[in-house]
């Protein structure tokens, strides 16, 4: 079983994929993180060489190299941008179970705020409050689009959210 975790940047899709894959003794791949080992560069010199389309094109292509890579389970914790492109719908439907990490906001301003740009380059310029509901508005349906089912991270810590998941799904592996 794939299990793949969607949502918007800092939703909580590294840490409850991190915390779900050691629950259930998985494999965990954070797309993000496999981006950059491919490429050889942070995301933040990926936008800078190439720009967004660039950085869509590597990551489609990881997304391609961890799908076809996976042994028997697996977390993958995909980016915020990711189901953006209708090659990377395709390559995930069918194939993973989808689960949308929602949080509302004003918890993504709060836990955004801090942060400097590197890995979320399409953050820069101009201010987060204007931002933020910007994107989701644009990104919203196609997360709930692919999504089995949603669980709202707002308050929610990653053990309690991998918890949920594993609920949900009636698996509880790790032996
Ligand atoms: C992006 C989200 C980032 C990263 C890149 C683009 C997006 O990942 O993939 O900066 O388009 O939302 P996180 O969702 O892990 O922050």
Redesign the pocket.
């Given at each position: 079983m794939i299990i793949a975790l969607t949502?918007?940047?800092?939703?909580g899709?590294?840490s409850t994929g991190h915390a779900l894959a050691e629950r259930l003794g998985w494999e965990f791949i954070?797309?993000?993180e496999l981006?950059e080992t491919t490429a050889g560069k942070t995301?933040a010199e990926i936008?800078e060489e190439g720009g967004?389309t660039l950085?869509r094109r590597i990551?489609v292509k990881c997304l391609r190299q961890a799908l076809c890579s996976a042994k028997e389970n697996l977390v993958l914790?995909?980016?915020?941008?990711?189901l953006?492109q209708g090659e990377a719908m395709d390559l995930l439907r069918g194939r993973c179970i989808c689960v949308y990490l929602k949080a509302s906001p004003e918890s993504l301003l709060q836990r955004l705020s801090g942060d400097n740009g590197g890995?979320?380059?399409?953050?820069g310029g101009e201010k987060l409050e204007r931002r933020i509901p910007q994107?989701l508005a644009q990104?919203e349906a196609g997360y709930g689009e692919m999504a089995e089912f949603c669980v709202n991270t707002d308050g929610l810590g990653a053990p309690e959210a991998a918890e949920i998941i594993c609920k949900k799904l009636n698996i509880n592996e790790k032996q």
């Open positions: 949502g918007f940047m800092a939703s899709k590294s954070d797309l993000d981006c995301i936008f967004e950085f990551e914790a995909l980016g915020g941008g990711t953006l890995k979320r380059p399409l953050l994107l990104r």
